[in-house]
């Protein structure tokens, strides 16, 4: 017997022995006295239901998996089962035998859930409280994925491919979901936020788009695609930039506007540390006003007087004054990034 009969074997085996151990928990459930009405209440599946449903799948799919790799490599050993009647008849229905199976598992299971998605009066789920997810964990798992994208990209990837997995699919998809973002905002009327607040919330969430929308222009003007060194650095302004607007978007703690600006303060340091892997110099007879420290350093000053309003107007939310400041920050950025553009000769 070659090894893929010996796998099919051990995986028939498997499905054989999981549903005998179903079969056997499904009629000791049955035979248990229940209290009364309990019985017209469908329960919830168990821990150890979902856990065979579990094993039942990976040996379905250690069973396609063999039998893919089997027929995909084109050996004299595949080519001679597949040449046999009997073996391809023995195929089908195993294949049949585990789909069946595991479609009768899935219906058993989700006959069990209750109606409509509630939970069942007296179960555990309906006297369990609802519990809030953490916004920690849900940061967590987002800085999971992030870290996931650099390890695929630094393991697995070339640095031409770095930076087209950056530049045709993480800038633009991050630009996309910016936008639905920035739409969903406008669509929700309801907001227990003041009107200045939501001012100042727009003008910057507006500004950070745009910056980020710069980063995605600054890695395309990029030439040498083969010595693309910045991934960690654009894969930190992306989840940067998602950080910051969940704080001023979703969030109404008084610091946000302070994280806002000190998010603009580190773009320009960002973009430096950018150019400095990547060993880009500055064009000769550059003036300072076509730098990114003027950006820099007025980010900085509104930084500052941003710690000093929250000292001043404590718990005042709807002061005017903020906003306005807001708004000639944004004219004044405005400014400076149409100066910082070189003329064309």
Request: charged share 15%; proline share 4%.
């Amino acid at each position: 017997m070659n090894t893929l009969g010996i796998v099919a074997l051990v995986v028939l085996a498997v499905i054989a022995a999981v549903l005998v151990v179903v079969a056997a928990i499904r009629l000791g459930s049955a035979r248990r006295p229940s209290r009364p009405g309990e019985a017209a209440a469908r329960k919830i599946p168990s821990w150890y239901e979902i856990l065979l449903a579990i094993v039942l799948v990976l040996a379905i799919v250690i069973l396609a998996i063999s039998f893919a790799v089997e027929i995909a490599s084109g050996d004299a050993a595949s080519r001679g089962w597949r040449a046999e009647t009997r073996s391809n008849l023995f195929l089908g229905l195993m294949l049949a035998i585990a789909a069946l199976s595991l479609l009768f598992l899935l219906v058993f299971l989700l006959a069990r859930l209750p109606a409509g998605g509630t939970a069942v009066p007296g179960s555990e789920a309906a006297q369990a409280e609802t519990v809030r997810d953490p916004a920690g964990s849900r940061l967590a798992g987002l800085l999971l994925l992030v870290v996931g994208i650099l390890l695929l990209g630094w393991v697995y990837l070339d640095p031409a491919a770095r930076a087209e997995l950056m530049g045709r699919v993480l800038y633009p998809a991050a630009i996309a979901v910016a936008i639905v973002l920035l739409f969903d905002k406008a669509t929700r009327s309801w907001t227990p936020k003041s009107r200045t607040e939501g001012f100042r919330e727009w003008l910057l969430c507006d500004v950070i788009l745009i910056a980020l929308i710069l980063g995605f222009l600054n890695l395309e003007q990029l030439e040498a695609r083969d010595a693309y060194r910045g991934f960690f650095w654009d894969m930190v302004h992306i989840a940067a930039f998602f950080l910051v607007f969940w704080c001023l978007d979703r969030t109404s703690m008084r610091g946000r506007f302070l994280v806002g600006f000190g998010y603009l303060t580190l773009l320009p340091l960002l973009l430096v540390l950018w150019r400095w892997v990547h060993e880009i110099e500055a064009p000769a007879g550059l003036t300072w006003w076509s730098t990114v420290w003027p950006v820099f350093f007025l980010a900085l000053a509104f930084f500052v007087i941003e710690i000093v309003t929250l000292f001043v107007l404590r718990d005042n939310r709807g002061h005017a004054v903020p906003a306005v400041k807001d708004a000639l920050f944004v004219v004044l950025y405005a400014i400076f990034l149409i100066v910082a553009v070189p003329a064309v000769e």
